[in-house]
């Protein structure tokens, strides 16, 4: 069974299919949690339905990743505005692949209440102020994160690297912009139908407030418009895939973005061999979304660096589902988050049927609905 490729050569493709395959059972799963003050802006996101609830969603989604649909989770699920948390399906597939995450709470408004790791927890401030992080945090944390990767490195398992970041998406566009990705309009949201002229005014005033030099650092980028977790993610990447491990970047925009800052962190001949190593991976609801355009995203960012970095998207659809929070991801109102499209390709890779996973989602689903 094979993924949709959407980016990069065909050998490669194959290739990083292959290991992944191959270590399937053996993947290290990371969630990053984090959070940006920019969530509370109306209508940027609708992972919660109002910036309150979206205080909670990371916090509500690492437990139900952690614990399952099943058991009684501290932090209620926030309202969505149709659907149910990809968390679910992500749950389904570490469950099935008996895989354990290791989650990292890097800066959400609330902490789960599960193990987890936590780095200097605060969320980021609004990118519109061009001040979103103090440098010396972001050093920091790229610090860490170089270190973890390392450390990640020596196992000589793949790593899938997973996040939880209501907003994110919108830090995701400042970066790619920033860094001279033009990506306006291509970038994808947890709302139905994308704000794009909302984005795009936020990221307009947050870099004209940073006043970001043409050659600004990633590190510079980030301490301006970015997010906790892109800072973590990117130097881990950096360092894990240069060693050469294979890494599967679960999630669409706000991976591609995460990429975009690894890939100006290295030299020419170094970004080569980081893509050839790590790979995009999405759900077929971002890839094939309309009001977005991942593909030119990943085009976008091969014409920046002068390289073919690898994407896919997952097969997993919901257009039989039995239950109608599944039939609502086909409708638009949710699309990825929580590793989901990732998660559900290394099911793919597995050698498991989607039809089965789509049969574990909707148990889960039945999970969720009775008292705990």
């Known amino acids: 069974m094979t993924l949709e490729r959407i980016s990069g050569e065909a050998a490669w493709a194959e290739q990083w299919c292959q290991r992944l395959r191959a270590a399937a059972s053996e993947t290290r799963v990371l969630l990053l949690l984090a959070g940006t003050d ?41 309202p969505l505005p149709a659907g149910v948390s990809p968390a679910l399906i992500a ?19 609330v902490a789960p209440a599960i193990p987890h790791l936590q780095l200097n927890p605060t969320p980021a401030r609004c990118l ?33 690297l997973s996040e939880c ?25 947890s709302v139905r139908q994308p704000d794009h002229q909302l984005k795009a005014r936020l990221v307009q005033r947050g870099l004209a ?26 130097a881990l990447l950096k360092q ?13 925009s706000q991976m591609a973005a995460v990429l975009a800052l690894a890939l100006a962190a290295c030299t020419p001949p170094e970004r080569q061999q980081l893509c050839q190593q790590a790979a995009v991976v999405t759900t077929a609801w971002v890839a094939h979304e309309v009001a977005s355009d991942f593909p030119g995203l990943m085009l976008q960012l091969a014409q920046r660096f002068a390289v073919q970095p690898l994407a896919f998207a997952t097969g997993l659809r919901f257009t039989e589902s039995r239950r109608p929070e599944l039939l609502d991801y086909e409708r638009g109102y949710v699309k ?22 789509q049969d574990a989602c909707e148990q889960a689903c039945d999970q969720l609905q009775q008292p705990a």
Do not use: K, Y
Request: hydrophobic share 50%; aromatic share 4%.
């Open 128 to 160: 519109s102020g061009g001040q979103a992080m103090d440098p010396e945090r972001v050093q920091a944390l790229w610090g860490w994160g170089e270190r973890w990767g390392r450390g990640l490195a020596r196992s000589g398992q793949p790593v899938l």
């Open 336 to 357: 990825e988050g929580v590793g989901a499209g990732g998660l559900a390709a290394l099911w793919q890779l597995s050698g498991r049927s989607l039809q089965a996973l």
């Open 209 to 234: 407030a940073a006043q970001l030099a043409a050659d600004a650092s990633p590190q510079a980028v980030l301490a301006a418009v970015g997010d906790p977790m892109q800072v973590v993610a990117a």
């Open 91 to 109: 749950w389904a597939v570490l469950e099935g692949l008996a895989l354990e995450p290791l989650v990292l709470n890097l800066g959400a408004p």
């Open 165 to 189: 970041v209501p907003g994110g998406t919108t830090t995701a566009l400042a970066v790619l912009e920033a860094l001279g990705i033009p990506s306006m309009g291509l970038v994808s949201g």
């Open 240 to 252: 894990a895939a240069l060693a050469g491990t294979p890494l599967l970047l679960a999630g669409g």
């Open 38 to 78: 920019t969530a509370a802006v109306p209508g940027v996101s609708a992972a919660g339905a109002t910036p309150e609830s979206r205080r909670f969603t990371a916090a509500a989604d690492a437990e139900l990743l952690w614990q399952g649909p099943a058991a009684r989770r501290p932090h209620a699920l926030p």
